[in-house]
């Protein structure tokens, strides 16, 4: 009976990354949209698409190697693998034994890998320099990234997901978020907005060669391929909302298997999620993208304040 | 007070880090018009912060020291700079000794410093507020690296602005507040001091073209 | 009472009036006489203390001890010299146009303005309002320092404002560290800075707490003594300034600076052992004489010889305080005497020669004997003083530092900054170490020197300088202060004996 819940667990949560990432995109396209005056795409715009691209027929370059073929798989897979290993709705996600916080951050690193590498695979200019852009960005993100994830482990005392996330729903009270983890948070969000090529790094919405990053490394991809990849990107970004709120805000989360806690859960993991995502849809609208020689200064930035996040652990007791 | 204390030095921790970011946003920027805004927005936190520890505390004359921070650097300092600014037509800082990702990485350096160097005598402060006296140290020493770093006439008057606030911070947490002649005494110089830099940059203009201190480099050995 | 009601108010009031009064004979006169009635206000001030060893008044507000009084006593000492001084100079750089006759009564505004300040700071029985009175004195020189508004001297003024700003900034920090530690054992707000609650309960103090805030005072404050590696902005300041006021910045304002570390040295001593604080001192002040010492010898610019030989005799008298005891202490006091005297008569003569020669270079200036026959008679004798020969009184001062260091028995001592840097001072740098560093240093110093003053003096005047020199009353404080600096190396005066000994007994009391 136990296992037949946490299967049945795993398949809600696997359900709803994949049906719930396209249309966290739709939904940030029509915050954008809106904010700009105009009517926008529908919300369910992204599944549509999806469809369409997989009913099309792909068109593979001659030049390209096995790996262009394969890469989409392993980025989804990975990326959905990497879904499945932290909490959700639940606390106790089934999947936490396979792996920690960081097995979670390495996974999406693998389909950054893999994605890299397809961009250089087809061998045209513009993969080459997506694929290069992509490596600076996800080369100047990880340590950020690492760090932040690192303080909040301190916290908890933990580098299980799980754990942390339990321990923090579980703890009542604490109207002040401690200064580490409001580090840590702006930190995350920065390497967030850098790692699934949102706007103040990279222009989602654009294909002007000069300043695309992820879109560049896509340009020989067509058909299904190209949905997996796009999919893909969106569960990267649901991914990363995820751990967000779960870490920082995990109120409502579900901490028993009890299935009006769970239903409360779902029901607030969408609301937060959805929250988030009109936020992102704001701030690509106020900021310009950076120019590329600025994009360092602002991983710089979010490197020092996951250090500076580490630093108040230690020092600021409250 | 038990719970209202460890709520309360929770609330006083938050407003020094807030300072503190400020301080790193204006080591990151270049606009001169955004630096003294976040100047502005620093002096606001200070303010609240030092309006925090008189309520938890009920010491009447901090709430003074508050509302001359928000009179003189939020509003009448800022204003005066911006004017200068506009004045002389400058609004961005090209030439840096230090460029920023740099200087980011040392100002974060310079905190963990700060943190060493109380670390023996944080124990003795009060409950609330001791942690801050650490970040105090921080923002002083960064602002004064920002003196450093940048070239700009108002940048540098910036730099020292945040140094002050760093040090009327530490003051707060420290001992809850300078006596109030000599917090008076203060307020008096920096506003000074800033009306000082503002008829300066406009001599320097005239003399030098330029208000970027790297001109001034008639007088040496 | 009324001494000190004259000394706070008189600089304010003459202040005011010379924004309103246009004539320039006016303005010099109730100049003169302010200053006049400061120095009697001074004596009769002196002669309360030396009566009843203190004086706390108008609320607790002012605090004279020896120290201070002795402190008091250059201020309007110089300050009174400075007032004849400027009475020719001024007219004189009206005369040539240098600057407009209309911008007389903000130069005397702003003259005495730094004078309120300086005295403010040395009365001032809080620590606080001492920052802040000292904070006073940059904000009202630093348009002094450019008052003439060449490019050089705008220069000068900017850095000399942020540089100084900036140290005094880091002092306030060691201002707040103090009251911080003091307010605990005090618990009253109001008065844990002052002075006379502070000596009572000094060793009660955490020294942790002291030890840090002394670093930041030293450092802070010694920025505006001149203190190397904080000097930087003074040979620009002091070369750019108008005579007169290089004069009260070398003479004044740095014993003034170094009467504010003094405080607080006395005050950390008594929770430290003195070698805390002395080792500082004599560190900072080893490198202040080597450095300067060693610039000096580079120097083509008369006044910025002036303004490193500053930094040079502050460092001496540092070290002075830095090996302490009742020699060492003695000697550095007496030496800000002759220093003021020796530098300000310095400063006088250095406005003279611009005043003829129209310029700072050295090799400009040949002939000073046949040009201005009293202004050269005057550079010898501060030059002569200012390197220390008999039988002007920096000799005595210098010679009693130097006894002071060969008969301290220095033991090795080791000190924490913080927690993670641990100083191993004057294990190596015994007494011997230090005279022979000093002697050598003062051989190269006294070469570079007299060398430079000795090629000014004598030659030919460059053609087109006119020669002689007809007696003004500029001339009467240069002969002053040479009598001064003469007569102080033969005897001291019982009431300047009495006076700084008992200064002496301020810092070390124990």
Known sequence: MQSVIQVLLVAVQLGLLLALSPFVVGLIRKVKARLQCRRGAGLFQPYADLAKLFRKQPVISSTTSWIFTAAPYIVFASTVAAGLLMPVFVSHTPLNFAGNIIALVYLLALGTFFLILAGLDAGSAFGGMGSSREAIVATLAEPAMMLSILAIALTAGSTNLSTIVHQSALMEGVVVAPPAHLMALAALFIVTLAETGRVPVDNPATHLELTMIHEAMLLEYSGRYLALMEWAAGIKLLVFLTLIVNVFAPWGIATSLAPSAIAVGILVYLAKVAGLAVVIGVIESMFAKLRLFRVPELLGAAFILSLLALVFFYTLKG | ?221 | MWSVIVLLTGPVIAGLLSLVIRRARVLHGVNFLTMLALAVAETALTRQVLAEGSVTTLGAFVYVDALSDFILVIITAIGLSCSLYMWSYMDDQVARGVIAPKRLGLFFFLFHMFLFAMVAATMANSLGVQWVALEGTTLATTFLIAFFRKRESLEAGWKYLILCSVGIALALFGVVLTYYSSVRVLGDASSALNMTALIGVANQLDPNVLKLAFIFILVGYGTKVGLVPMHTWLPDAYSEAPAPIAAMLAGVLETVAVYTVLRSKALVDQALPPEFSGNLLLTFGLLSFIVASLFILIQHNYKRLFAYSSIEHMGLAMIGFGVGGLVGTFGGLFHLLNHALAKALAFFVAGNIHRRFDTLEIDGVRGLARAQPITAVAILVAGCALVGLPPFSPFVSELLVVSAVAAQDFASDTMQVGRFVTMTISDEMRSLGIITVFLFFGVVLFGGFMYRIGAMVWGTPPAGIAQGEPWTVGHVPLMVMIVALLGLGFVLPEPIRTLLTRAVNVILVR
């Not at chain 2, 460029?99 to 990485?105: D, K, V, Y």
């Not at chain 2, 920096?190 to 940059?201: C, D, E, H, K, P």
């Open chain 2, 1 to 221: 007070m038990p719970v209202s204390t460890h709520l309360g030095s929770q609330l006083v921790d938050l407003c020094s880090v807030l300072l503190l970011l400020c301080c790193f946003a204006i080591v990151a920027q270049r606009r001169l018009s955004a630096c003294v805004d976040l100047f502005a927005l620093q002096s606001a936190f200070l303010a609240a912060t030092a309006a925090l520890v008189a309520f938890l505390t009920g010491h009447r004359h901090i709430y003074f020291a508050a509302a001359l921070t928000v009179v003189i650097k939020v509003i009448v300092l800022p204003r005066i700079l911006r004017k200068v600014i506009e004045r002389l037509n400058v609004s961005r800082e090209l030439g840096m000794n230090v460029n920023i990702p740099a200087g980011l990485l040392i100002c974060g350096a310079l905190v963990i410093v700060a943190f060493f160097i109380t670390q023996p005598i944080i124990p003795l402060g009060y409950l609330l507020t001791r942690d801050s006296l650490a970040i105090a140290l921080a923002i002083i020493l960064i602002g004064f690296f920002t003196m450093i770093a940048r070239q700009k006439a108002i940048t540098q008057m910036v730099g020292f602005l945040v140094m002050e606030n760093g040090v009327f911070l530490g003051a707060t947490a420290a001992a809850y507040g300078m006596p109030l002649i000599v917090e008076l005494g203060v307020f008096f110089d920096v506003l000074v001091a800033g009306l000082i830099v503002g008829i300066y940059t406009h001599r320097l203009q005239d003399a030098f073209d330029s208000v970027d201190t790297s001109t001034l480099t008639v007088l040496k050995e």
